[in-house]
């Protein structure tokens, strides 16, 4: 009896090792870079090399067409197991019922006890936890310090008015430009930014429910992009640009200022003196408050996945502490785990410019209404279409602003009516 139970035992374990072994994962990576793929391939390495019997198959999606080329992926049943979620996107993903609830993989999780209150808080949608974010973005401004010099400009910027002054004294270089400005894929965060700026406040909605991105102020906010776009402090060719393009501009000394997150310092510290440029907190306006945008992206799980526990596995391996600090020193976010934050890494003066901002009373974090289920879109397809007819030309402030008033205010109320 002990020699067939034996066998049988053997027989089990060969059938599940082979059925394991047959597991291929899907993982979509959506924020694309060639720096960032390398980093991700290093930690699912480490996954595989633990799990022997899994694959991984890592996708990777170019930025600028990511969310049209997953949104076609998915209805066409190529489904992944694990994607890269931004925050954009996932009240569309949660409120469609397509993303799997981690709440009860994290509880059993060893480290789910050390992922911060925020991180846990922006994972989650309607009290349910569906992404473990990967780190936060924090917009600050980058600033060369010899084309200020070499165009008479002795400070960086403290206002809005002095960011507009100095990008027209650094355009006057001949073949130098103000503002890396981010008028293609992603700059949601700019236009929004500004628009808060110089509103004075960062609420995107009334009491009463109204998109408040067409008020008297936000209008001025969006005119000053158009602004620095028409009046040449700006590339031309910066209508298009992504983040690629206008990381580049600034660590190649096309433009003198970037917004942008910590991501940006990678690429910038590799090809750029560190005495050369510096960062410090986003330019206030009228009100004297800034509101400079938070975002973040992270690890979910489709729940259409045959492999749950696997594809959590995996979402654990990207998410624990050892990978998440290099994934964060890496890639260029604020890290998620408590305590991560007394790395010296991160306790050096190229931080400096964000943690002025989280500390200082008159920057406020703005953080996107993510909960919104079309956001995603609004972000991804409607604002970049109709800003860059706006810096183009073709239309106004007003108008581009009362398209995005409605779109917006009709998305708020679907929302509150689910409350």
């Given at each position: ?37 390398e ?34 992926m ?50 989650s ?11 936060f ?12 010099a ?32 981010r ?17 004075g ?12 991105i ?56 590799e ?32 729940s ?80 970049l ?35």
């Amino acid at each position: 009896m002990k020699k067939l139970l034996t066998g049988i035992s053997a027989i089990a374990m060969l059938t599940a090792s082979v059925a394991y072994a047959d597991t291929t994962l899907k993982l979509v990576e959506v924020i694309t870079s060639p720096e960032r793929t390398e980093v991700l391939k290093g930690i699912v390495g480490e996954y595989e090399a633990a799990n022997p019997g899994v694959t991984v198959e890592i996708v990777s999606l170019p930025w600028g067409q990511a969310f049209e080329k997953l949104a076609t992926m998915v209805a066409g049943g190529d489904v992944p197991d694990v994607v890269e979620m931004p925050d954009t996107w996932q009240a569309l993903y949660a409120g469609s019922g397509q993303l799997a609830s981690l709440k009860d993989h994290v509880a059993g999780w060893e480290h789910g006890a050390t992922l911060t209150d925020k991180t846990v808080a922006m994972g989650s949608q309607a009290g349910d936890l569906y992404m473990i974010p990967y780190g936060f973005y924090l917009r600050a401004m980058f600033y060369n310090k010899k084309l200020l010099a070499e165009a008479g400009v002795d400070s960086p910027p403290g206002t809005m008015e002095e960011f507009m002054a100095a990008s027209a004294a650094v355009s006057e270089l001949d073949g130098k430009s103000g503002y890396c400005l981010r008028g293609g894929p992603g700059g949601t965060n700019g236009w929004i930014m500004f628009a808060a700026t110089m509103n004075g406040t960062n609420e995107f909605f009334t009491e009463d429910g109204q998109s408040r991105i067409n008020e008297p102020g936000s209008i001025e906010g969006i005119q000053f992009m158009i602004d620095m776009y028409q009046n040449g402090y700006a590339p031309k060719d910066s209508v298009n640009w992504g983040f690629n393009e206008i990381v580049a501009g600034f660590y190649s000394g096309t433009c003198a200022f970037l917004d942008q997150d910590p991501d940006a310092l990678i690429a910038i510290s590799e090809r750029m003196p560190a005495e050369d440029f510096a960062v410090v907190p986003m330019p206030v306006g009228p009100s004297g408050k800034a509101f400079p945008t938070i975002g973040f992206a992270g690890w979910s799980i489709f729940s259409s996945t045959e492999h749950e526990d696997e594809a959590f596995d995996l979402v654990a391996t990207l998410s624990s502490p050892e990978a998440n600090a290099t994934w964060s020193k890496r890639v260029g976010v604020i890290p998620i785990h408590k305590g991560a934050d007394q790395d010296p890494y991160f306790q050096t003066e190229q931080f400096k410019g964000w943690f002025d901002e989280l500390n200082g009373e008159q920057y406020e974090p703005t953080v996107m209404p993510t909960y919104l289920e079309q956001w995603g879109y609004f972000a991804s397809t409607v604002l970049l279409e109709t800003s860059q007819e706006a810096l183009l030309g073709q239309r106004s402030a007003q108008d581009v602003a009362d398209e995005w008033a409605e779109l917006l205010t009709s998305e708020y109320g679907k929302w509150k009516a689910k409350q």
